[in-house]
């Protein structure tokens, strides 16, 4: 790495910053920058190392890349301009460090197409002139980031209700942001770290949340769930979801006494509009064992479930065309209730259904 060209670069920064009116005006601003700067330096330079880039050239752009911040930006064109301004600010700079001409367009073009993807100039678009980009967006998910977020929209000051929603939405652009492409390996690997990072921050944010307004329930040990010829083995539990409106559910494998799958089974403890049309029970067997009553046998082992949760009855809904599931339900004891229409916003409806026979138990 050449010490003194980054040397001679952060002394450039530094004067520009310390020269300009605006930033002088607004002094948070141009600590921020600057400390961004390093910052995007510092990402810009792991890129390199791990890529194979010249580094001491990837830490000059990380440092000039936000050069135009020193200038007023008065409108959002203005803004969407700093990137091709920062270029046209460093370049004669980097003329006089005497940098080959090649690298002196490459560190440009990638500072000039870092907000919005557009150069001034001609050149090419190299997985280096990427990496300014890639090592900007990077320093945007930063640990203290998180709570400079949450700060700027007033977490504290929110109800509990909308807390709750905030950190819901932020996990699912998370999620989103999470795969972006970027310009090398390198930038893909540290992006996803510190998404990761954020996305289980906001996992453990929305767990204490719901920790903060309700009593998670305690799942029963299921051994006893079992008949003359077939018992239900747990495959996993599952807590309330309440932005889904999913309620707590047991998952079982139906098994015969002698291990074998032959289907599967689910039961959701407690009441809501999503239970009415999807049912508190589902299930499934497989094509080989239809035909020996094997469901209703299955949702008679989740009623002693239910029962053992206090649930007074239960909705078992289905197909109206799927005639063996509504034997089933005939034969496990329901009392046919009426043909549902199924909401728009309920994912049975993305699905291409429209109704539902609504089945009801009485524990
Ligand atoms: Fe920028
Ligand atoms: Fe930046």
């Not at 690298?103 to 919005?116: F, L, P, R, S, T």
Request: glycine share 6%; hydrophobic share 35%.
């Amino acid at each position: 790495m050449n010490t003194d060209l980054i040397a001679r670069t952060e002394v450039f920064l530094k004067e520009t910053f310390a020269a300009s009116t605006y930033l002088e005006a607004n002094s948070a601003q141009r600590d921020y920058r600057l400390e961004h700067s390093y910052r995007v330096a510092n990402i810009a330079k792991t890129i390199a190392e791990a890529e194979g880039f010249d580094v001491s050239y990837a830490v000059i752009a990380g440092l000039l890349h936000d050069i135009a911040y020193c200038e007023e930006m008065a409108t959002r064109e203005d803004w969407k301009n700093h990137g091709r301004r920062s270029a046209t600010i460093a370049r004669p700079f980097l003329e006089e460090l005497g940098i080959p001409s090649q690298a002196v367009n490459e560190i440009c073009y990638g500072i000039a197409i870092h907000v919005d993807d557009e150069a001034d100039f001609e050149w090419e678009r190299t997985p280096f002139a990427e990496t300014v980009g890639d090592a900007d967006n990077i320093d945007r998910f930063d640990v203290y980031r998180i709570y400079e977020t949450l700060e700027y929209n007033k977490f504290s000051e929110m109800s509990l209700e909308n807390k709750k929603e905030t950190v819901a939405s932020t996990i699912e652009k998370l999620t989103r942001f999470r795969d972006m492409e970027l310009g090398t390996q390198a930038a893909k690997n540290l992006w996803q770290q510190r998404l990761d990072y954020y996305i289980d921050y906001y996992e453990r944010l929305r767990a204490q949340l719901d920790h903060s307004s309700s009593v998670p329930i305690l799942f029963y040990d299921t051994d006893d769930l079992r008949d003359q010829e077939i018992y239900l083995r747990l495959n996993r539990t599952c807590q309330a979801d309440p932005r889904r409106k999913w309620l707590p559910a047991y998952y079982f494998d139906i098994c015969l006494l002698g291990g074998e799958k032959i289907g599967y089974c689910d039961l959701r403890i407690g009441h809501n509009g999503k239970t009415y049309i999807g049912g508190n029970i589902g299930y499934g067997i497989d094509e080989a064992y239809r035909g020996n009553h094997y469901a209703a046998k299955a949702c008679r082992l989740l009623f002693k479930l239910a029962k053992k949760h206090r649930m007074e009855y239960l909705i078992i809904t289905c197909d109206p065309d799927n005639l063996p599931s509504a034997k089933t339900c005939e034969l496990a004891g329901g009392v046919f209730l009426e043909v549902a229409d199924i909401p728009e916003d309920n994912e049975m409806y993305a699905e291409g259904k429209r109704t539902v026979n609504v089945y009801r138990f009485d524990m």
